[in-house]
């Protein structure tokens, strides 16, 4: 029986004690390991270049440069780059929103319980769908900054596209979409890669909030 490596995971937060608070949850788990931490912004930009995770979680607030510019420059300069999410004390904060508009693919409270905090993680990892669907739509309508009229990509995804993005906002997965539309994985997968392709978009989350931020949600 093959056994999957475990996923491998950087901490960057400047809380010392909550580095170690998250270390301890992860690290009970045996498929996942924490291979790296970092206390600022810049310094989690060079572990995670130097050690290559696969999931990164970021604290939003940090020194020297934060948890935004931290995922910017992450996503923009390696090739194959980690699933970030993003550790946060406020929901609501528009420092979240901008690290999602950023590429970060989603956000978990600090106060959240382990389970949630480890689920996260794999879920992440390891599938395809939207990390808490509900609460990226909720900050989504809340911080939108919306366009004075709808973006060109609006008007060039096909019915069916645009049947796959709503069904991508409320969490589904391929799976669960494909059997939704009654279509094939396959053909699911080949919408969900057009309307990356068109919003210009790195993954669902920031999908997402493109589609609100056009308009696109409140459409029909």
């Known amino acids: 029986m093959t056994t999957c490596p475990p996923v491998r995971i950087v901490l960057a937060d400047d809380e010392r004690m909550v580095r170690t608070a998250l270390r301890a949850i992860l690290s009970a788990e045996p498929d996942l390991e924490v291979v790296g931490e970092a206390a600022t912004g810049a310094e989690a930009v060079s572990v995670v270049r130097e050690l290559r995770p696969d999931v ?18 992450i996503l923009a ?12 004390t406020f ?15 989603g956000f978990l409270l ?13 879920l992440v990892s390891h599938t ?5 669907p509900s609460a990226v739509r909720a900050l989504a309508a809340e911080h939108a900054r919306a366009y004075p009229a709808p973006p060109p990509w609006v008007a060039r995804l096909t019915g069916r596209e645009s049947d796959v993005l ?3 906002a409320q969490g ?3 799976a669960e979409i494909a059997r939704r539309m009654e ?38």
């Not at 395809?128 to 808490?132: A, R």
């Open 56 to 73: 990164v979680l970021m604290d939003v607030r940090m020194p020297e440069i934060d948890g935004i510019r931290a995922t910017e420059q």
């Open 77 to 88: 300069t390696l090739d194959d780059p980690p699933r970030i999410v993003v550790v946060t």
């Open 91 to 105: 929901e609501n904060d528009s420092y979240v929103y901008d690290a999602l508009r950023a590429g970060a693919a």
């Open 110 to 122: 600090k106060r959240s319980e382990a389970d949630a905090l480890v689920q996260a993680v794999r």
């Open 128 to 132: 395809d769908t939207l990390l808490f």
């Open 166 to 168: 709503r069904l991508m």
């Open 172 to 174: 589904l997965t391929n």
């Open 183 to 220: 279509v094939g994985p396959a053909t699911v997968k080949s919408h969900v890669a057009a309307v990356l392709a068109k919003t210009g978009t790195r993954d669902r989350t920031q999908a997402v909030i493109a589609a609100y931020e056009a308009g696109f949600m409140n459409a029909r």
